[in-house]
């Protein structure tokens, strides 16, 4: 995948992150701020500041991104599903949820496609349809299972795959996972998420074939990029 060649389009892969529980409402109005500043494709916060920052967003082109099941994917399918309609009408664009990790690292592909399938029935009611995206945790992961969980994703019709919640301690996004999910998961887009901190690391995502970027060090990275 090319190089974004300007500020614009790079800042068009971001999902512009906060996800720390400690976040307040000030914090979450400086986000959208920035959001706003550098034209990011969205911004990515906990369910209790969805409604905050679709109002503070209204009427600009940044969407608004929420998750469910989040971070340990432990929660049940009908729970998820919930989760992700209750944020969906609070104004959530997209929905991240994290897939069941007991169920990626046993091979149960009957559990992870009633849970995606519960959850994806919710976003495609909507009227217009939200995009849900995985969070499969990929460090955690063999290649064997990261093209499992992948497989069942596409299988289910889920928009995109995400690497990581970046709270797991086997770590984030790396670019040869990322590169794998890609080619598991081909009709999905890859969101690499969980310690891109970097340009270099950015880039270096992009080219292994993430089509987002969830980091909440966008705007250093923005920053950072001095285009010739």
């Keep these: 995948?090319?190089?974004?060649?300007?500020?614009?389009?790079?800042?068009?892969?971001?999902?512009?992150?906060?996800?720390?529980?400690?976040?307040v409402e000030a914090d979450i109005r400086r986000h959208c701020d920035e959001a706003l500043r550098y034209g990011v494709y969205a911004v990515c916060v906990q369910p209790r500041w969805v409604?905050?920052?679709?109002?503070?967003?209204?009427?600009?082109?940044?969407?608004?991104v929420s998750v469910a099941g989040f971070p340990f994917g432990t929660e049940l399918a009908h729970v998820k599903a919930y989760e992700a309609e209750a944020v969906i009408r609070d104004g959530a664009d997209e929905v991240d949820i994290v897939a069941d990790l007991a169920s990626v690292l046993s091979g149960d592909a009957a559990y992870?496609?009633?849970?995606?399938?519960?959850?994806l029935k919710v976003c495609r009611k909507m009227h217009p349809p939200v995009l849900l995206k995985v969070i499969i945790e990929s460090a955690s992961l063999s290649a064997e299972q990261i093209r499992f969980v992948c497989g069942i994703a596409q299988e289910t019709g889920v928009d995109f795959?995400?690497?990581?919640?970046?709270?797991?301690?086997?770590?984030?996004?790396?670019?040869?996972d990322v590169r794998l999910m890609a080619e598991a998961a081909p009709r999905c887009g890859i969101k690499a998420a969980g310690g891109v901190k970097t340009l270099q690391q950015a880039f270096a995502m992009i080219e292994a074939g993430a089509t987002r970027i969830g980091a909440s060090a966008s705007a250093a990275i923005l920053d950072s990029f001095n285009p010739a």
Excluded: I, W
């Design 1 to 23: 995948m090319m190089r974004p060649t300007t500020k614009q389009q790079l800042a068009q892969y971001f999902d512009h992150t906060l996800l720390n529980a400690s976040a």
């Design 161 to 176: 795959v995400k690497t990581s919640t970046g709270f797991h301690p086997a770590g984030g996004a790396r670019a040869d």
């Design 112 to 119: 992870l496609r009633r849970e995606f399938s519960a959850v």
């Design 51 to 64: 409604s905050l920052c679709a109002d503070l967003l209204h009427g600009s082109s940044v969407k608004v």
